[in-house]
């Protein structure tokens, strides 16, 4: 039982175009989510989040927007970087009742020059 | 930096032969989380300290054993390792256990078993 979901395993976007990451989830007590990004041989790092009372929450070139009624949320980077290739993990909490991070698969996202 | 440390970052074990890996934080943090990731799948928690105080995921295998001796260490001990279960093995801190707080993970233990 998946809770969180990426359904797709790889990206490949031209350098200066925007990048699309998509996610999914199930379960309707979910009202925080979080994207983190991982570069090979490091840990995941926090990249941007997003409460359940917002619908975007914009940071530099990262933009996460949240559609509740789909339970479907999205990452878009823009201008992408080859400095963005890294695998990207969405990720899905409970703020209350100290619940824990529920993650999805990951996305690789390789960025050509 | 403040940071989170895995020691070693790559494990080899015999089945069947006990393996420990090590975790410690320089974060001060109140939590520490043990996930495991196998390939092409999502980080999966095993289980969590608050302070001194385990929580232990429903589904965690009995193999699966945890200590947290002091606030900078915790340990993940596999008694008796599997083929199932090579895979990554990451340590996570946050400040405090509800869903608002950051995650901080370290780089990880590969672990082989042959």
């Known amino acids: 039982d998946q809770q969180v979901k990426q359904n797709s395993p790889s990206l490949s976007v031209q350098e200066g175009r925007i990048s699309i990451l998509n996610c999914d989830y199930t379960n309707s007590m979910f009202d925080y989510f979080l994207w983190y990004k991982k570069y090979p041989a490091e840990g995941p790092t926090f990249l941007i989040s997003?409460?359940?009372?917002?619908d975007k929450n914009e940071d530099g070139r990262f933009t996460v927007f949240l559609n509740k009624s789909a339970k479907h949320l999205s990452l878009h980077i823009v201008p992408s970087q080859p400095g963005d290739s890294a695998v990207y993990f969405c990720a899905a909490s409970a703020m209350e009742g100290a619940q824990k991070l529920v993650f999805g698969q990951g996305t690789r996202l390789t960025i050509n020059p | 930096d403040a940071m989170v440390i895995q020691n070693p970052r790559y494990q080899v074990t015999q089945f069947g032969k006990p393996v420990t890996l090590s975790c410690s934080q320089t974060l001060n943090h109140n939590v520490m989380y043990w996930y495991q990731q196998k390939s092409s799948q999502a980080p999966k928690l095993l289980f969590h300290?608050?302070?001194?105080?385990?929580?232990n995921e429903a589904d965690t295998p009995d193999n699966f054993q945890s200590r947290r001796p002091n606030t900078s260490f915790c340990f993940l001990d596999i008694r008796s390792p599997g083929l199932g279960d090579a895979a990554m093995y990451l340590c996570a801190t946050s400040k405090e256990l509800a869903g608002l707080n950051e995650q901080f993970f370290g780089p990880g233990t590969r672990l082989t078993v042959l």
């Open positions: 997003i409460s359940s009372i917002k």
């Open positions: 300290y608050y302070d001194k105080d385990f929580n």
